[in-house]
């Protein structure tokens, strides 16, 4: 599950890096048939001092001149942070076990799920207001000390300006102000915490209003969703999504949980089920954009499959509540769906190409070759190429070679390429 992620509308990296920041050769993309193959990678320029900080923060604050973008990847032995233009190696930080990241909302941090909780991993980039302007602070990164306890941690949801962590084994549910921690704060913020009937596999948000929507269910099975106010109290209800799972958040406010036949639409307080146009048309991960009424999610048709491999993927408009299916010609895995800055579908398939989705005509606009021909592992947690979208640019993984490669979402052209020191797995960033 992706949440819905505030795109600052600043230079791109891929446009930094066309302007000389960093030297590459690129290719062009005009339309759905054409495409452009990846700059040759060079090594990922190593920091002459990288952070390997547990604990406390790690060195002094420097002010930049523009936002301090940053990048956090996981691999079998930990994370590491790069700088999200020069692609300069900035830290090192050794994880047992597998490892997850989600954003914390304020443009600094992320969570890392490891064991029985989340830990806040500062990626050293930020920015705070200053009248008309913001300032851009930058210090090395640091995976902190501060956990936040959950049984079996699951989702993260960013909305409204409140940062949700779920526990999937004991049901709980912490909230706190998103932007709490931005400016360095070493002391944890002040948490909302509720709990949920019977855990479950789940995930939750709350809204502005400081109600909640949660999904329902126990160890075994799944159905539905729950809205309660401020309170606690039961607002609405609905049991018509058979194995819920996933969230997204469009435009407006309006929320989607997907289900094995369908979705649930949220709008204020009421309820709307959306149904797949086949009996069994399973949307369970699903991608938001603050700029489109429209969410991306994917579609699975067998429920007997051990390991579907869908080629089509479900856009559902939030003003009416309608679904349609696009066809792609490839297909793609729960951690190829993104979204680009002005709110197109972005999708990595599994022919190693990015096809960008108009999501208001419903069809592929444009792909871009990136990487080679894949095969999504049975394992989900395995390593598999994954794409992560920051502002303008796309970051694209290939565990097989061990790099990453950038593409310009406004160009289609793969603008630069770099070789990693680890067999990347998970990816996701800030914008400083």
């Known amino acids: 599950m992706r949440t819905t992620r505030r ?5 791109s990296v891929a446009t930094l890096l066309a302007l000389g920041l960093t030297a590459c050769g690129t290719g062009t993309t005009t339309d759905s048939a054409t495409s452009s193959a990846a700059p040759s990678a060079s090594a990922i320029p190593r920091a002459a001092d990288v952070s390997t900080s547990v604990g406390e923060p790690s060195g002094k604050t420097v002010e930049e001149g523009s936002r301090a973008a940053r990048l956090a990847i996981t691999h079998d032995e930990g994370v590491i942070v790069l700088d999200a233009v020069s692609l300069e190696l900035l830290g090192e930080f050794p994880l047992s076990g597998f490892t997850r ?25 930020w920015s705070l207001p200053h009248g008309d ?29 409140r940062t ?6 004991d049901g709980s ?12 704060a070493t002391a944890k913020p002040e948490v909302t915490t509720r709990a949920e009937r019977t855990p479950h596999h ?24 729950v809205i309660r106010d401020a309170k606690g109290a039961r607002v609405a209800s609905s049991d018509e999504c058979p194995g819920v799972h996933g969230e997204a958040a469009a435009q407006g406010g309006a929320l989607v949980f997907g289900c094995e036949d369908g979705l649930l639409l949220v709008k204020d307080d009421d309820i709307t089920k959306i149904d797949a146009p086949d009996d069994y048309g399973r949307i369970g991960n699903q991608a938001g954009s603050e700029e489109s009424p429209f969410v991306l999610g994917d579609y699975k048709t067998d429920p007997e499959a051990e390991l579907e491999r869908p080629t089509r993927v479900s856009i559902t408009d939030t003003r009416d509540g309608s679904l349609r299916l696009v066809d792609l010609p490839a297909s793609y895995s729960f ?27 419903g069809e592929v606009s444009r792909s871009v070759d990136v990487v080679d021909e894949w095969t999504e592992p049975t394992d989900w947690q395995q390593p598999r190429p994954t794409v992560h979208v920051q502002d303008g640019t796309a970051y694209v993984t290939d565990p097989a070679s061990k790099e990453l490669h950038l593409v310009d979402l406004h160009s289609g052209e793969v603008i630069s390429s770099g070789a990693l020191p680890v067999v990347p797995n998970e990816i996701d960033g800030t914008l400083g």
């Open 202 to 225: 789940g995930v939750a948000v709350e809204r502005e209003d400081g109600s909640i929507v949660t999904t329902v269910g126990t160890a075994e099975e799944r159905s539905g969703i």
């Open 173 to 184: 549910i912490r909230s706190f102000d998103s932007d709490a921690l931005r400016d360095g």
């Open 335 to 361: 951690r190829s769906l993104e979204r680009g800055p002005d709110g197109e579908g972005v999708v990595l398939g599994t022919d190693g190409r990015l096809h960008l989705i108009d999501m208001a005509k």
């Open 164 to 169: 949700v962590l779920y526990g999937d084994g």
């Open 101 to 125: 990241l989600n954003p914390v909302g304020d443009g600094r941090h992320l969570m890392v799920t490891e064991g029985e909780g989340f830990r806040v991993l500062d990626l050293g980039g």
């Open 7 to 11: 795109h600052t509308q600043i230079l």
């Open 133 to 161: 302007h913001d300032h851009h602070h930058s210090t090395r990164p640091t995976l902190t000390d501060m956990t936040f306890p959950a049984e079996h941690p699951g989702h993260v949801v960013v909305h409204d300006g």
